[in-house]
């Protein structure tokens, strides 16, 4: 089992900035990539970015646009999603999860609200 945690959640203006955190742990030695699904409207999630643990990484353009960048410091099985120039529409919850070979995880998601 692994369990995740996040935070770094909150509001911020239109064109802010918010990093939220997600720290993993129990099981974590078989993990190999965490990242960040969204949901912002209606039931569903939108991927938004992955850390594969071998190094490379990758953000959504449909859900950041350039906007948001992904990083993971290791030592504190800790990854982290930079999101720069909020808008409006980034509104949601954003969900935090982290792969197994065997299962994916999932974070309980943090509250971000963007106003005008």
């Known amino acids: 089992q692994v369990q995740l945690a996040e935070s770094g959640g909150g509001s911020v203006q239109a064109g802010g900035s918010l990093r939220i955190s997600c720290t993993a742990s129990?099981?974590?030695?078989?993990?190999?990539?965490m990242g960040w699904f969204r949901q912002v409207s209606g039931p569903g999630r939108d991927y938004v970015a992955i850390v594969r643990f071998s190094g490379a990484s990758t953000t959504s353009t449909d859900s950041s646009d350039g906007r948001f960048t992904i990083s993971r410091d290791g030592s504190k099985n800790t990854a982290y999603l930079q999101m720069d120039n909020l808008k409006l529409e980034d509104t949601g919850i954003y969900f935090c999860?982290?792969?197994?070979?065997?299962?994916?995880?999932w974070g309980q998601g943090t509250q971000v609200t963007v106003s005008s």
């Open positions: 129990g099981r974590t030695e078989n993990t190999f990539a």
């Open positions: 999860f982290a792969d197994t070979v065997s299962e994916r995880y």
